[in-house]
C-alpha cells in the first residue's frame, strides 16, 4: 500500500467515524424533540381548561367585588343618617335634659339633702376620685 492509500483509508474511516457520530446526535435530538412536542401537547391540553376556570374565578371575584362596593355605599348612608339623627337628638335634647339636671342639683342643695357628688364633712372619710368611702379611716400618729 501506498502512502495515499493509507491516507484515504484513514480519512474513510475518520469520515465514516464522524458520520456515525453525527448519526447519533441526530437520533437523540429528534427523540429531544418529540418528547418536547409531547410535552407542548399537554401542558396546552391541561392550560386551556385552567385558564377557563381562571377567567370564571375572575368574572365571580368580580361580582363579589361589585355587590361590596354596593354594600359599603349603603353602610356609608347609614352612618351619614346615624351621625345626622345623633346631631339632631343632641341638639333637641341635650340642652334641655342639662338644664333639668342642673335644676335638679339646685333644687337637692337648696333642701339641703346631700348626695354622693357632695364631699363630706366628717373627717373620719375618705374620698377617692369624687367618691366617699365609708369604711376608710385615716391612722393617727403616735407622738
Known amino acids: 500500500m501506498t502512502g495515499g492509500e493509507v491516507a484515504g483509508i484513514l480519512v474513510a474511516v475518520f469520515w465514516a467515524i464522524l458520520v456515525s457520530f453525527l448519526a447519533v446526535v441526530l437520533v437523540r435530538l429528534a427523540q429531544t424533540l418529540r418528547a418536547t412536542t409531547r410535552l407542548v401537547a399537554d401542558v396546552t391540553e391541561q392550560a386551556v381548561p385552567l385558564l377557563a376556570e381562571a377567567s370564571t374565578a375572575v368574572r365571580s371575584a368580580q361580582t363579589q367585588l ?78
Open 66 to 143: 361589585e355587590r361590596v362596593d354596593a354594600i359599603a355605599s349603603d353602610v356609608q348612608e347609614v352612618t351619614s343618617n346615624a351621625s345626622a339623627l345623633s346631631t339632631t337628638v343632641a341638639s333637641t335634647f341635650g340642652g334641655p335634659l342639662v338644664k333639668v339636671a342642673a335644676f335638679g342639683y339646685g333644687v337637692r342643695r337648696a333642701l339641703g339633702r346631700r348626695g354622693e357628688d357632695t364631699p363630706s364633712a366628717d373627717p373620719r372619710r375618705t374620698v377617692i376620685v369624687g367618691r366617699t368611702v365609708p369604711g376608710a379611716r385615716r391612722k393617727k400618729r403616735k407622738g
